[in-house]
């Protein structure tokens, strides 16, 4: 068909109005596609076939195999010239220099001297050991000889034929011929075989020590994934570290610089080991390294820890298996045995787990605590499971306030003798005056007679930051937040440390992205327990733990936030500690709301009933008789001191300078007269509640208005 394009034109008669042309266009067919040539096609099934994986998987194959035989070849040769030779104690000896162990360095050297004397005893007497193996084997020859023919001539005179003295001779010749027929049969196919053994031998040696090069290995080899720890990895990953000294010291060791390493133990889930640093190498050139040594590991930053034991110039690494600290730990104890109790003196809380896999528990006994961490990373969590095992001890007394008020502490109602719920100066003003009753109460503590035994008072403030940035000030002008001489909230904190232990009164605070606005020097240094979560600075875990904790190796601010929720670096005397550390990391059980109300109500239980204060807001005019019956709460019937005391703790303002008298003319003009008990004025909780039920409903409604 012709390349050139016809148009065929139509024209029939139009109508006047208009004309309509219709056009057709011929296309020419497409030209057929050449055929790609033979040639072509090959190369490209060559390159494909070349170049898929599977092709380069087979090569690495082939080639980490045959690889395997040198390797194992060189490794045999190796420890057969350091059998014969002295390269290994000159080796020991020039690792022991290097790393400045100068005792060390004189025992090998001694002991290089001692092989050496006895490798020349042995070749003197090579000089001799011709003539005398001649002469020894002429010696069992003749004696052998002798023995044949003794024992031939026994047979002699047993069977009266002289034949016989030959007998034993010929039998021993016999069995001699029989072997050497065996081994002319064996000889040819040992040879012919004897090679693909010695040469199964070496690629088994070069197979057990990975000896090829990193590309010729195996995928998950190559990528570190499951690759166990070793002494030759851990000593490749210091040499390549960075520091100058460091390096140079291990290169002067030679293969020995696993001298450096201490034995390397399983720990949970993954394993630890001390390194001995070379003298001119500095544990905080390694600290300061830690993330380009977990890579040289095959880790991530978070899967390494590295702590400073009590050796000098030692750090300890700990090491996790690939994948391990993502795994979640079981759940809390608290959650699975419902028959746990606790002992507030010599017990320990059930908290977690450390890296090594171990319950890690708390003694909380005459201890304040701070916990602190960025904002949703579990600080409220761990704060609140160490008061749930706690709450299992009757004998504690809490009092909670809760600066973020989403019922995160709502479990604590009828646990609690004190609950405060809410993020508003004004609950900021309530958690302040209860702290200062709790301060108080330590005073009272500390006046009676020496020898008292007092139950323990836990104080805890949840979201302590938004007391220390509280603006509002009082009628004496004295600001509720700040860290100043006259700041009402840390001054109250202050007096509990100093003195509090000694009487059992304790204040715990949870506190998020510490600094020194909300969280005073003070203050925190005030804290016998510090833990801390996932933090943004170096800085800050230095305010949350202090600076030994940090210096030592604790470092909150490496954690992942979001992806180490829960996880804490823990510094006090009363957690087990690994001898020489400061601190440790403890990844903290989760409880849950709904198993946090569970445990709270099996603490329940196990007292006499709670009445919680919920301190109401101030300026509403009061019922004292509905109140009277609020502080009751379900006891039957209570002193009218306490009664009093209650009401004040209650409400402050309304109640606070309430007598005897104001209670009684109350209770009289409701018909619920206070009566004796056992000797001591109570009151009685039914007629409380019979007096709210018969009194009429204008009255209560004027009350509350």
Sequence with gaps: MSDNVVHLHKDPEPPAEAATVTTLTVVPDPAPPKPVPLWVRSGRAIRTAVTHENTKTAARAVARHSIYVAGGARIVARRTWDGRTAARYERMLRAAEAAGNYEAAAEWEERGQRYREARHRRRMDLLHSPLDAAKGAAVSAGMGIGGLVLLGVAMAIAT???????????????????????????????ITIGPFLALLALWSVGAHQKAAPNWALPVNIRNGEGEPITPSIVVKALRDLGVPALRNAIKEMGDAGASMLGPIRIAGCGVEVDVTLPSGVSTVEVQNRRRKLAENLTRHEHEVFITIPQAARTVRLWI???????????????????????????GRAPWGQDLRGDAAALSVYQRHLLITGLSNQGKTAALRSLALWLALDRSVEFWLGDLKGVGDWAMFDGLATRLIQGPTDEHVIQVTEMAEDAVEEMNRRLQAPPGTEFPPLIVIVDEAQVAFMCPVKDEDKRPYGGSSSNSRYFMAARKIHNQGRAVNVLLWQGTQDPTDQNLPKLVREGAHTRASLALGTESQARMALGDKAVDGGAAPNLLRPGLDKGTLVVASDGIEIPKGQSSITVRTHYISTDDAKVIADRAKALRDGVTTLHVIERGEKRDPLADIATVLGTDARVRTQEVITRLAALNPDAYSGWSFIDLKRVLDDAGAEPYKSDGRMVVGRDRVHRALANRPETDSASASE
């Excluded at 298996?321 to 003196?345: C, K, M, N, Q, R």
Aim: a negative charge; aromatic letters at 6%.
């Design 160 to 190: 009266k034929d002289v034949t016989e003295v030959v007998t034993p001779l010929m039998a021993v010749i016999k069995f001699i011929n029989l072997m050497i027929t065996i081994v002319q049969v064996v000889w040819g196919p040992l």
């Design 320 to 346: 996790a298996d690939s994948g391990a600290l993502d795994e979640p730990i079981g759940p809390s104890p608290l959650v699975t045995d419902e028959t746990l109790t606790a002992d507030y003196a010599k």
